[in-house]
C-alpha cells in the first residue's frame, strides 16, 4: 500500500465538514485502529463519508440500488468493522505462532473441559472433592506417563542439544518452562477430557467407569505428549514462535549425493530448522541452524 | 502459482475491481453488498496481495473540490484468483457490470 501523503496532518481538511454522528464515529473508532495505521484509515474514512453524503447515484442503477447507500449511516457498520479489523489482525500478527497463544489455547480447553465435570459433579464442593479423591491417582499417572514420553524422545532431545551452542541463555530457560507449561496443561486437560466421558458412567458402573477413565487418559495423554514434542521441535529455539514457509529441498533419491528434506524458517530470522527426509549417518535428526552461525 | 479459493463476496468484489470500479462505496454501489462485507474483505485482499491500494493525487482532488481518495487496483494475482473464481462462481460475470468511463 502507498503511504498516505498527509499522514502527518490530521485533522485532515474536507471541502465541507462532515456531519456531527460521523464525526463523533470517527473520533470514537480511530481509537481501536493501532497507532500506526490510525492517520491514514482516519484520512480515507473521512474521504469515504464525504463522498457518501455527495453522491449522486448514475442513472443506471438509481433504480436497482436506490435506498439502501442513500442512508446517512450506511458506511458506520463498515466503518466499525474495517476499525476492529485492523485491531484484530494487528493482535493476529502479533500473537500467531507465539508460546503464549499456545498456552492460552490450552488453557481454554481446560477451562472448556472442567465445565462439563462440574455440572455432572453438581456442585463446587463435590467437584473438589472428586479432585481431592483423584489427585493421587492423577499425580502417579502423570509421572509415568511423562517418564515414559521423555525417555521415547530422549534421542531427539540430546541430538538437537548439541546443535544449540548459538542459542541464547535466557531462551534456553524460557524453552524447558514453555515445555513443563504445556506438559501440565495437557495432563490436566487430557484427564479433565476423560473425567468428562466416564463421571456418568461412574454411577452406573464405578470400577468401569475407572478403568475406561485411566485407559482414555493414558491414550490421550500420550497423543498430547506427542503433539506437544513435535510442536516443540517445529519453533524457533529463540523466540519459541512456530516456525514457517516450509521448503522441500533436495530429492530423495539423491540422498548419497546431497541432503533431502525439509526446511522451516523463523519469521524473524533467528534461525532455520533443517528436518531430513530419510535418517542418514551423517544426518540423523532435525538440526536448528542459528542465523550467523557457521555451520 | 495456485489461486486463492475466494468467498462469492470477495469473488464480487474482485471482479467489480477487474472492471474498473476502484473505491469502497464504489464497489458498495455495483454490488450491492454492505459496507460492513466490502471494507474489511478489500482489507483482506488487500493483505493477501490480490489487490493494492494506492492515493490518488491530491492535485486531482482538489480541482474537483472534493479530498482525495484512496484507489484499489487488482494485482496479476488477483487476475489470475478472478479467473479461477469466474470458473467457480459462473453468474458472476453476469452480476457485475463494466464501468463506463
Given at each position: 500500500?502507498?503511504?498516505?501523503?498527509?499522514?502527518?496532518?490530521?485533522?485532515?481538511?474536507?471541502?465541507?465538514?462532515?456531519?456531527?454522528?460521523?464525526?463523533?464515529?470517527?473520533?470514537?473508532?480511530?481509537?481501536?485502529?493501532?497507532?500506526?495505521?490510525?492517520?491514514?484509515?482516519?484520512?480515507?474514512?473521512?474521504?469515504?463519508?464525504?463522498?457518501?453524503?455527495?453522491?449522486?447515484?448514475?442513472?443506471?442503477?438509481?433504480?436497482?440500488?436506490?435506498?439502501?447507500?442513500?442512508?446517512?449511516?450506511?458506511?458506520?457498520?463498515?466503518?466499525?468493522?474495517?476499525?476492529?479489523?485492523?485491531?484484530?489482525?494487528?493482535?493476529?500478527?502479533?500473537?500467531?505462532?507465539?508460546?503464549?497463544?499456545?498456552?492460552?489455547?490450552?488453557?481454554?480447553?481446560?477451562?472448556?473441559?472442567?465445565?462439563?465435570?462440574?455440572?455432572?459433579?453438581?456442585?463446587?464442593?463435590?467437584?473438589?472433592?472428586?479432585?481431592?479423591?483423584?489427585?493421587?491417582?492423577?499425580?502417579?499417572?502423570?509421572?509415568?506417563?511423562?517418564?515414559?514420553?521423555?525417555?521415547?524422545?530422549?534421542?531427539?532431545?540430546?541430538?538437537?542439544?548439541?546443535?544449540?551452542?548459538?542459542?541464547?541463555?535466557?531462551?534456553?530457560?524460557?524453552?524447558?518452562?514453555?515445555?513443563?507449561?504445556?506438559?501440565?496443561?495437557?495432563?490436566?486437560?487430557?484427564?479433565?477430557?476423560?473425567?468428562?466421558?466416564?463421571?456418568?458412567?461412574?454411577?452406573?458402573?464405578?470400577?468401569?467407569?475407572?478403568?475406561?477413565?485411566?485407559?482414555?487418559?493414558?491414550?490421550?495423554?500420550?497423543?498430547?505428549?506427542?503433539?506437544?514434542?513435535?510442536?516443540?521441535?517445529?519453533?524457533?529455539?529463540?523466540?519459541?514462535?512456530?516456525?514457517?514457509?516450509?521448503?522441500?529441498?533436495?530429492?530423495?533419491?539423491?540422498?548419497?549425493?546431497?541432503?533431502?528434506?525439509?526446511?522451516?524458517?523463523?519469521?524473524?530470522?533467528?534461525?532455520?530448522?533443517?528436518?531430513?527426509?530419510?535418517?542418514t549417518s551423517w544426518c540423523r535428526s532435525s538440526a536448528w541452524i542459528c542465523e550467523g552461525?557457521?555451520? | 502459482?495456485?489461486?486463492?479459493?475466494?468467498?462469492?463476496?470477495?469473488?464480487?468484489?474482485?471482479?467489480?475491481?477487474?472492471?474498473?470500479?476502484?473505491?469502497?462505496?464504489?464497489?458498495?454501489?455495483?454490488?450491492?453488498?454492505?459496507?460492513?462485507?466490502?471494507?474489511?474483505?478489500?482489507?483482506?485482499?488487500?493483505?493477501?496481495?490480490?489487490?493494492?491500494?494506492?492515493?490518488?493525487?491530491?492535485?486531482?482532488?482538489?480541482?474537483?473540490?472534493?479530498?482525495?481518495?484512496?484507489?484499489?487496483?487488482?494485482?496479476?494475482?488477483?487476475?489470475?484468483?478472478?479467473?479461477?473464481?469466474?470458473?467457480?462462481?459462473?453468474?458472476?460475470?453476469?452480476?457485475?457490470?463494466?464501468?463506463?468511463?
Open positions: 500500500m502507498t503511504q498516505c501523503p498527509h499522514s502527518l496532518h490530521a485533522p485532515h481538511s474536507l471541502p465541507t465538514p462532515l456531519p456531527p454522528f460521523d464525526r463523533k464515529l470517527l473520533r470514537l473508532m480511530r481509537l481501536a485502529v493501532p497507532a500506526a495505521e490510525r492517520d491514514e484509515w482516519l484520512r480515507s474514512w473521512q474521504a469515504e463519508l464525504w463522498h457518501q453524503h455527495h453522491h449522486t447515484p448514475p442513472v443506471s442503477l438509481s433504480t436497482s440500488f436506490p435506498t439502501s447507500l442513500m442512508k446517512p449511516h450506511a458506511l458506520a457498520s463498515g466503518l466499525i468493522q474495517d476499525a476492529l479489523w485492523l485491531r484484530t489482525e494487528s493482535w493476529r500478527q502479533a500473537l500467531a505462532g507465539t508460546a503464549t497463544l499456545c498456552l492460552a489455547t490450552l488453557l481454554l480447553l481446560l477451562a472448556i473441559t472442567i465445565l462439563p465435570a462440574l455440572v455432572t459433579a453438581g456442585s463446587w464442593k463435590a467437584f473438589a472433592a472428586f479432585l481431592a479423591h483423584n489427585e493421587q491417582r492423577f499425580a502417579i499417572e502423570t509421572l509415568l506417563i511423562v517418564f515414559v514420553s521423555l525417555a521415547a524422545s530422549a534421542g531427539y532431545m540430546e541430538t538437537t542439544t548439541l546443535r544449540h551452542r548459538h542459542v541464547s541463555h535466557i531462551s534456553l530457560i524460557r524453552r524447558p518452562l514453555f515445555f513443563a507449561a504445556k506438559t501440565t496443561l495437557i495432563m490436566l486437560f487430557t484427564f479433565m477430557l476423560s473425567t468428562d466421558v466416564c463421571l456418568p458412567l461412574h454411577a452406573y458402573s464405578p470400577l468401569s467407569a475407572e478403568l475406561l477413565q485411566n485407559l482414555l487418559f493414558l491414550l490421550m495423554a500420550l497423543i498430547g505428549l506427542r503433539w506437544s514434542s513435535h510442536d516443540g521441535e517445529a519453533r524457533c529455539k529463540q523466540c519459541l514462535r512456530s516456525l514457517a514457509a516450509p521448503s522441500r529441498v533436495g530429492r530423495p533419491s539423491h540422498n548419497f549425493l546431497e541432503w533431502s528434506g525439509t526446511e522451516l524458517v523463523c519469521r524473524h530470522g533467528h534461525g532455520m530448522l533443517t528436518v531430513p527426509e530419510i535418517e552461525s557457521r555451520f | 502459482m495456485i489461486s486463492p479459493r475466494l468467498s462469492h463476496s470477495a469473488a464480487l468484489i474482485l471482479k467489480a475491481l477487474s472492471l474498473g470500479h476502484r473505491f469502497g462505496f464504489d464497489i458498495m454501489e455495483i454490488t450491492g453488498l454492505p459496507s460492513g462485507t466490502v471494507y474489511p474483505a478489500l482489507r483482506r485482499l488487500e493483505r493477501d496481495a490480490l489487490v493494492q491500494s494506492e492515493w490518488e493525487p491530491e492535485d486531482e482532488a482538489t480541482a474537483s473540490q472534493r479530498p482525495a481518495r484512496r484507489y484499489y487496483e487488482i494485482t496479476k494475482a488477483g487476475k489470475a484468483a478472478v479467473l479461477a473464481a469466474t470458473e467457480r462462481y459462473p453468474l458472476l460475470a453476469m452480476l457485475v457490470p463494466e464501468k463506463h468511463a
